[in-house]
């Protein structure tokens, strides 16, 4: 497995694993806490020598494999249009973001900031999700066309969930961001298809023979 090839599948399925999180907090109020704890985690590794760092090992990435072989895959009724639609907004966003240096220096420096308070809170305190929340809704939501996140009405008036969903949907974006500095681009995954979805298997199949 080509290293460059197999860290940029692993980003694709961080980007995968923020918008599955984010549909399972929009309908059910909660999600997969080991994935939400390593894609949220991911926003303040700003330093790493590779990308299974980023995320603390691939096996962190199951729940995103898992989407990413079901939206590449060949059985049409594992794939999930919301997701699909989260997983290009997320991947618009960040090919905006790019064409806007000013945001992205204002952003890394709103995410050092975020770093330096680790040193008194938690990451998961709520505090510091409120932060990263609004580090997405100042410095991303304005860059594009709003992403609707569809999902129980009631649950998505709470301000907890709105924060998770923030900070999960700026997870995905600094996933996206990796991504493309990795070489991935959008076309790549309509004519790699079979060559991804390969990857992402073999990857998911390594996880789960460990476990």
Sequence with gaps: MEKMEFEKTLALAAVCQAA?????????????????????????????????????????????LQTLVAQLGNTPAEKDAEITRYIASVLGLERKLKKQPKRLSELAERIGNSQRQLNHLELFDSQMMTNLASIYSDNISPIGPKIQVAGNPELL????SQHKVRALLLAGVRAAVLWRQLGG??????????KVLALAEQILQRINNLH
């Design 20 to 64: 599955t999180l984010v549909q399972q907090l929009a309908r059910k109020g909660k999600c997969d806490q080991h994935a939400f704890e390593a894609s949220i985690n991911s926003i303040v590794i700003t330093d790493s020598d590779n990308t299974e760092q980023v995320f603390g090992g691939e096996s962190n990435l199951r729940v995103g």
């Design 157 to 160: 008036k709470q301000q907890t």
């Design 185 to 194: 681009k959008r076309r790549h995954i309509l004519f790699n298809r079979r």
